[in-house]
């Protein structure tokens, strides 16, 4: 299948772009498009068959649920059974954004969606390309992250067309995704809200508006054998680059020393050793036998989060033997942070 590219630089101007998106999307193709977060691989949600397009393009398990996504906060009403007065005022404060909803889901939401499960996952998203594309389509739009399943989320178009050019007949360039992470998944569908995926929205700022909620103890830990997972996304593995990946934790007085002695431990059996580093490590390294990588400083982790995705492709492309970083707080943004690195590592710690 050919794969056409267009480049959206100003809404405005290139809106034509948008509505060549939306004539694909009506037809129950797919489209790739940026969202704040990541960029999103999406298809009319109300059409099974295109919806099933979607699995067949990322090589995704079918039990695996996806996120609606809507243009208005409105178009939730005929997705949801009912919308408790918290989730409400949640949609209120931080929607249109990176947050997303788990509710009991409405009987028009196609089961290939939600994967059988009788709840769905709905969030509008803030970047202007995605918002006119919903808009302009005039349905809902299912969107899973636009990577190849297992691989590290799009936050370039330059990602997307590495791992699913050929797949998808339609791509929107609208440059770098500001956020860097997927949107936080908080399930609504219980009494107590629990975070089944941290991201930009944070605990803490869900928190100040409705009170306190819980995190799922998967967010940082392996599900155990045969253990009943609430978000079927979090047992597969994820995000992950060609090489091995291996997270140092620990003071960061120490942590150059620390990454000195774990590379050193490798370095007889691995040639091509990057380390991901952060501002204020980075210079404590000197001329070490291994490329150092900044994420972003620890005082911002939002630019760590940023980056985070993108350096772990770029450490495929220069071919890394194995990937040494280094751990952040898991507080606030760093939660995410540590979420998607703990993924991509498959859970190897040194601490
Ligand atoms: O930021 C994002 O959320 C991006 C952009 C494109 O919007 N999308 C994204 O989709 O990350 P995806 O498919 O890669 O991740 C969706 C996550 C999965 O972990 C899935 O298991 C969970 O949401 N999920 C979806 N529906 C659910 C449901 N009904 N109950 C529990 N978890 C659900
Ligand atoms: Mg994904």
Redesign the pocket.
Known sequence: METIIRVVEDIEKDYEIIREGAEYIKKGQLVAFP?E????LGANALDAGAVRRIFEAKGRPSD????V?IGEIDDINELVAHIPSSARLLMDKYWPG?L?L?LKKASSVPAEI?AG?D???I?M?SHPVANALIRESGVPIA???ANKSGRP?PTLAKHVIEDLSGRIPFIIDGGECSVGL??T?L?MSRDMPII??PGGITKEMIEDTIGSIEVDRRVLTPPMEGEEI?????KYTHYAPNAPVVIVEGNIDYMADKIRKVAKYYSSKYKKIIVLSTEETALMYGDEDFTVFIMGSRAEPSTIASNLFALLRECDERNADIIIAEGVEETHEGLAIMNRMLRAAAFRVIK
Do not use: C, F, Q
Request: charged share 15%; proline share 14%.
């Open positions: 969202t977060t990541v960029y999103g695996n649920p996806l996120i996504h990176p997303t788990v939600t499960l709840t769905v996952a969030r998203p969107a899973p992250s989320s997927e949107s998944v399930d089944l995926r609430r978000s079927p996304g979090m």
